[in-house]
Nanobody
Framework: QVQLVESGGGLVQAGGSLRLSCAAS????????MGWFRQAPGKEREFVAS????????VYRDSVKGRFTISRDTAKNTVFLQMNSLKTEDTAVYYC????????????WGQGTQVTVSS
């Protein structure tokens, strides 16, 4: 059974940094895309970044390019989202997700971790 468990959220001032972690278990993820999504109050969930578990194919939404970095440690089965120069509009619940490379929809989701950026 696939499990994705996020951690690392919290309260930070604008301009600060946080690193989110997503511990993945229950499957071999070599043929998967790992993604980060977020959902702010009253808004739709939106894509933030993704990377192929086997390396490469990194994608970011425009508003986080140059500030956020997605990476993975395959030995620890963990995906990270390093978030720098945080803005108040980055406040949201952040979710880790996984999908097979040949699929468009994400099949597995974590429970989410709250990120709050204060002004």
């Amino acid at each position: 059974q696939v499990q994705l468990v996020e951690s690392g959220g919290g309260l930070v001032q604008a301009g600060g940094s946080l690193r989110l972690s997503c511990a993945a278990s229950g499957h071999t993820f070599s043929s998967y895309i790992m993604g980060w999504f977020r959902q702010a109050p009253g808004k739709e969930r939106e894509f933030v970044a993704s990377t192929r578990w086997s390396g490469g194919s990194t994608v970011y939404r425009d508003s986080v390019k140059g500030r956020f970095t997605i990476s993975r440690d395959t030995a620890k089965n963990t995906v990270f989202l390093q978030m720098n120069s945080l803005k108040t509009e980055d406040t949201a619940v952040y979710y880790c997700a996984a999908r097979r490379v040949e699929r468009y929809e994400y099949d597995f989701w974590g429970q989410g971790t709250q990120v709050t950026v204060s002004s």
